[in-house]
Structure formats: C-alpha cells, structure tokens
Nanobody
C-alpha cells in the first residue's frame, strides 16, 4: 500500500491550501483516512479524520478553518485548509487505517505559512 500526498507548499498567512492523499495497492476496506501534522520540535498530532461512512473529526485548533473530505471510489482524502496561520506550518502526513486495523503512512508534505 502506498500513500501519495500532494498539495503542500509555501503560502502567506490568510491563504488556502488543499492537500490530497491517494492510496494505492491492495487495500482491504478502509475504516479511517486521517491527516496528522508535525511541527518542528513538536510531536505529531492528529488534525482530522474521515470514516468510511463520511463521519468527520477535526481537532479544535483548526476546526473553523480546515475541512476533510474523502472520495471512497478513488481511495483519496483531501484536507482543505483556509485562513492559514504561521502556526499551521508543519509536515502533514496522511494515514490510512483498514478495517483489519492495519495502518499505513504517507511520506508527508511540507506546509509553510509565512506571516
């Protein structure tokens, strides 16, 4: 299983970015698709997840600015990030958890927000 993330980059504060992550390979049914992020010197944290039936969770610190969505047919998850702040600067990782409990990680995509 491979997870390919895209959409990161450099953005000014207040701007928007849309991250995408496509899963490929032999995958049993996917339960969760998640986005994590890790800022320099900080632990990796869960940003958002979406379940197979479309249920979503978004961490409080970005709840009013970020949205997660999923295309089950394409095994793809998106993270729409609006009103970006410098504190959103991090490497963003997508994560997939199958119904059997297997977890897979993508390599990460850098998001840098300048003030």
């Amino acid at each position: 299983v491979q997870l390919q993330a895209s959409g990161g980059g450099l953005m000014q504060a207040g701007g928007s970015l849309r991250l995408s992550c496509a899963a490929s390979g032999i995958i049993s049914s996917i339960r969760y698709m998640r986005w994590y992020r890790q800022a320099p010197g900080r632990e990796r944290e869960l940003v958002a997840h979406v379940t197979s039936d479309g249920g979503t969770y978004i961490t409080n610190s970005v709840k009013d600015r970020f949205a997660i969505s999923r295309d089950n047919a394409k095994n793809t998850v998106h993270l729409q990030m609006n009103s970006l702040k410098p504190e959103d600067t991090a490497v963003y990782y997508c994560n997939l958890e199958s119904v059997t409990g297997m977890r897979y990680w993508g390599k990460g995509t850098q998001v840098t927000v300048s003030s």
